[in-house]
């Protein structure tokens, strides 16, 4: 059974449009969702589910938001942690890449996600 205080770490999932300027890449649509997540290390077979080029990923896990927001692999998400941050200060943009129900308890939900580059985007 999970505790409380395992979800220790903030996190924020944000929606990305392509960039009307000449230079390519996305800008920050909005924010869509922040909550309390449990963050580790991906187990072998999210990794598995991940492209080949990826360079960091992690699995957040979270209390399911039960309709208030529900993860896509179009969103990417942010971890509110100093070790998540780039040299310049920005934390780095995950890529979404799967969702499912934690099946030690259905009350959370496991999302893993992918950086292929430490940056914020």
């Known amino acids: ?34 909550c309390w997540a449990e963050i580790y290390e991906p187990s072998m077979k999210d990794i598995e589910s991940l492209s080949t080029n990826v360079l960091y990923s992690v699995t957040a896990r979270i209390r399911d938001p039960r309709g208030e927001y529900k993860p896509s692999n179009k969103h990417y ?13 920005n934390y780095v943009r995950f890529n979404i890449k799967k969702m499912h129900p934690d099946v030690k308890d259905k009350r959370f939900i496991k999302v893993v996600a992918e950086a292929t580059e430490w940056a914020s985007g």
Do not use: C, H
């Open 1 to 34: 059974m999970s505790n409380a205080s395992d979800l220790n770490t903030r996190i924020q999932f944000f929606e990305y449009a392509p960039s009307d300027g000449p230079e390519p890449g996305e800008v920050e649509k909005r924010q869509l969702w922040e």
């Open 77 to 89: 998400l942010a971890v509110l942690d100093d070790a998540y941050q780039d040299d310049e200060g």
